[in-house]
């Protein structure tokens, strides 16, 4: 398949290169996403959209940022959208993004990307009832100098 | 948008396999239940405008956070 993205220019990937969303990711129309690599940076990995060639949304495993005790359990109604059974068929990633002080990472630690690798689908689940934030600073040892932080601009 | 007036405990039906149950009726508070297939999301319309922001501010920023450097040079 052929490919347009803003990030990456004009690529070429094997069809099955392909991440089904079957309920997409809100506030975009792709269904079908691909997961590329960023070459000088291998943890981390940007969510390009298909059909979009301007949205690239950056991702990360969390165990590359330390995060020990971030555990997303997948609820069941997601398990069901991904037809998956066991839940440790799937993988984590979450959507992470530059704070607006160039330096420091934000992250979305209330809605992680969940993957079965194997049959390339995915979902984003808010995990609803939980703590987690939608823009958390960091590393986590800073204070967060504006907790509101959401780019409206 | 359809407006369709429901006493408490009546049910809306939305194609075949979704109902909508007035539960309860308190003050400015209205109780839904909501009976849908287990594929289908559910969600508060707040939530949903949140996730929305979130993605699109992520979108918006291309650039690569410098923390993000340091990171992988710790890494082995």
């Known amino acids: ?153 | 948008m359809l407006s369709l007036a429901r006493r408490q405990g009546e049910r809306i039906r939305i194609g075949e396999d979704i109902v909508l149950v007035v539960r309860e009726i308190r003050g400015k508070h209205v109780k839904l239940g909501i009976e849908a297939p287990s594929h289908i999301r559910v969600l508060r319309e707040e939530i949903y405008q949140e996730l929305r922001d979130a993605n699109q501010a992520a979108a918006r920023h291309e650039g690569l956070p410098k923390a993000l450097t340091r990171l992988d040079k710790a890494k082995p």
């Open chain 1, 1 to 153: 398949m052929k490919l347009k993205s803003l990030r990456f220019g004009e690529l070429e990937l094997p069809d099955d290169r392909v991440i089904h969303f079957p309920d997409g990711l809100p506030g975009f129309r792709s269904l079908d996403w691909v997961l590329l690599h960023q070459e000088d940076m291998p943890v981390v990995s940007w969510l390009q959209a298909v059909d979009e060639p301007d949205v690239a949304l950056m991702t990360i495993d969390p165990v590359d940022l330390g995060l020990a005790d971030y555990r997303p359990v997948p609820p069941e109604e997601a398990m069901a959208i991904l037809e998956v059974k066991d839940p440790q068929a799937l993988s984590v990633r979450i959507i992470i993004r530059r704070a607006d002080d160039e330096e420091h990472l934000r992250l979305n630690l209330f809605a992680p990307l969940f993957f079965d690798v194997k049959r390339r689908v995915g979902l984003q689940v808010p995990l609803i009832g939980s703590d987690y934030p939608v823009s958390a600073l960091w590393p986590p040892e800073l204070e967060d100098p504006d907790p509101a932080e959401h780019d409206e601009a």
